[in-house]
């Protein structure tokens, strides 16, 4: 078949007389109309179900186990299915390398008839466009990325600038495709990937015509939640990087509002103290205050003048204010941020999958739709509050590499939150993160060279990069303060691997700007080079533990901190 494919392609082009300047001298080349109903033939049956939606990957349908056991159940279903030994495996890859040969050849020459017949495709896009990108997010890297050369090709042959302009001048029948084809999703599972590459290579411009597409996929997922979670979760991945990148000029314009707010208020606090219109004001309202305070103290005592008496009769009975009477409604939310608290809720059930490969989808998701709902603080706060049980439980219950990845996904959430999440960081996590740090010290400190390709060293070297960070977000208090610097004083060992020990020392200086005092208390404690004689007789000597000991393990990183104090 990868023969006839070649043929068929290097027939059309030699029949458009594309590239032969001398066939048009001597004959007349086939018409546009022919070649056209010639290419469309061709297309349906290179898109056709025999030929377009061959084995490229036979880990595609358990995408919803661990990888160890999706390896296993898919080599042995495989094998019991079509009757193979274990033999025979290596020609069932030979045979999905042919497939992908082929599904290479039928996109190339997609690509080479949409430059045959140039503006003439465009007639064509609605029965081509959208089996191409549905390759595009095919699992195989060769096919997805003959897939998108295609689209360019097409692209550039009908007159579009970008893949971009492509997609968005046809969103409107692959989002109708892609959500017909999420309703039988038995029958066409490749759907999702078509709307992954829309978000891939599109702008927010895409957003408004693609939300009720979105609330399909979240509601097909509330369905199958362990039948094709992975796969909808890849996408929801997609569009949520999407959605990062596309208002990240708000985020950035949120944080530089911060910061101005922050210098502005310190350089008019001084102003605001002489501020003469402002003190007038206060003595208005004061003189007011007493005034009407010592008419009330008047009536209470039944001292009423008749003055009064007509004066309040003249005054104006206020209506009230019909805005004021009206109930609070909601203002409506963005559609981004609709959508990135809509992720959140499936983020939370999905936390506690079985699937360690899901888990850690979930995790950067979740990462992602709080980078997204940074910029609404109503919104982010309650749904940090609903995902923090779950959280906790991957950061101190599960594998490692989860563990890891939660902890990255609580800096952002930290980051972001602030003071929210200070009692709660220093009551739930910190003393299970202190305990790991304290136990696996005992074991890298004596490990050799290759203990640093072990996940115990990865998930140490993670926490201790980021934990100094998230202490000065949250402006930890003293007591958590202890915690970690408890944990992170067995890292300043010169025995510890390198890389571990600057992470220490990076960490303590971000503690510096949380508590200088306590952490110069800490440093002296291990290690104390200068005497400190009292100024008078009468003061008691300073005495620190650490003071007269000889040159130690933790002699060379606490010098270095101390003189950075």
Known sequence: RKQACLIINELIIGASGMDLEELHETENPISTYDLKAVINSVIEEYTSLANWHLVTNILSDCDSLDAHESHTLAVTAFSE??????????????????????????LEGIGVFAQVLQNEFALLLICSLYPVMEKAGDESLLVSQTAMATLMDISHACGYKSLKELIN????????????????????????????????????????????VVQDVLMTLDQSYDERAHLFFSVLHTLMGALVRWFQSETFSLQDSKKSKEIKDGFLQDQNKIDTSDVRRAQEELEHF??????????????????????????????????????????????????????IERCIHLLSHRSLKLRLKVLEVLEMCVIVLQSHENELL???????????????N???????????????????????????????????????????????????????????????????QGLGTLCEKLDLAENGLDVVV????????????????????????????????????????????????????????????????????????????????
């Open 81 to 106: 299915v079509h009757n193979f030994s274990s033999s025979n495996i290596s020609s069932n890859i030979s045979s999905m390398n042919s497939n992908i040969m082929q599904l290479c050849i039928q």
């Open 169 to 212: 001048q046809n969103s409107d029948h692959l989002i109708n495709a892609v959500s017909l084809n999420l309703r039988q999703l038995g029958q066409h599972p490749h759907a999702p990937k078509v709307l992954g590459v829309m978000f891939m290579n599109s702008d927010s411009s895409l957003l408004p015509l693609v939300k009720d």
């Open 290 to 343: 007493l005034l009407d305070y010592q008419r009330q103290k008047h009536l209470s005592e039944g001292d009423i003048e008749d003055d009064c008496l007509d004066s309040e009769d003249q005054q104006p009975v206020s209506e009230p204010d019909v805005e004021d009477m009206s109930p609070d409604v909601k203002k409506e939310l963005p559609v981004h941020i609709q959508i990135a608290k809509d992720v």
């Open 382 to 396: 309650p749904a940090a509050h609903r995902v923090w049980p779950p959280l906790v439980q991957r950061l101190t």
């Open 398 to 464: 599960d594998d490692p590499r989860v563990v890891r990845q939660a902890f990255q996904t609580l800096c952002i959430l930290g980051e972001k939150c602030g003071n929210f999440l200070r009692s709660r960081v220093t009551k739930d996590v910190l003393p299970k993160l202190s305990n790991m740090l304290q136990s696996h010290a005992s074991v890298s400190i004596k490990a050799g060279p290759l203990y640093t390709h072990t996940l115990a060293y990865k998930l140490q070297l993670t926490v201790l």
């Open 486 to 565: 408890n944990a992170a004083v067995p890292y300043l060992s010169s025995r510890q691997p390198c890389k571990l020990q600057e992470a220490s020392c990076r960490m303590f200086i971000h503690l510096m700007q949380i508590d200088p005092d306590a952490v110069w208390l800490f440093l002296n404690e291990l290690y104390c080079s200068h005497s400190y004689e009292p100024p008078h007789a009468s003061l008691h000597p300073v005495k620190l533990q650490g003071m007269g000991n000889p040159r130690n393990e933790y002699t060379d990183n606490v010098s270095q901190l101390l003189d950075k104090l």
